[in-house]
């Protein structure tokens, strides 16, 4: 079973940056398609960014291009979601998953089986 661990979350002030980045650990036969979500307090879940197994397919939210970059180390196994110029509507809490034996990225929560705890960012004005 895999598990997701998330890490680099934290408070910066508009237009600052942070790095995410997803590690996962268990069983891991071959590498797969991951994603971002995010969830804001009285909202509901929204995609971020979604990547293939190999790095060559990305997807990203419209809220977010140009500023944010998703991407996978040279062994395809950890995640990071690259976050330029922060806004105050980019506080959530945002969650790390994986789309067990798949190889192509999706922009639907439903896709994906298996999700991180969440990491809280918090942008202030």
């Known amino acids: 079973q895999v598990q997701l661990g998330e890490s680099g979350g934290g408070q910066v002030q508009a237009g600052g940056s942070l790095r995410l980045s997803c590690v996962p650990s268990?069983?891991?036969?071959?590498?797969?398609?991951m994603g971002w979500f995010r969830q804001a307090p009285g909202k509901e879940r929204e995609f971020v960014a979604s990547i293939s197994s190999g790095g060559g397919t990305i997807y990203l939210s419209e809220s977010v291009k140009g500023r944010f970059t998703i991407s996978r180390d040279s062994a395809k196994v950890t995640v990071f979601l690259q976050m330029e110029n922060l806004k105050p509507e980019d506080t959530a809490v945002y969650y790390c998953?994986?789309?067990?034996?798949?190889?192509?990225?999706?922009?639907?929560?439903?896709?994906?089986?298996?999700w991180g705890q969440g990491i809280q960012v918090t942008v202030s004005p």
């Open positions: 268990g069983r891991i036969f071959n590498s797969y398609a």
């Open positions: 998953a994986v789309r067990t034996g798949y190889l192509a990225p999706s922009n639907s929560s439903a896709a994906f089986d298996t």
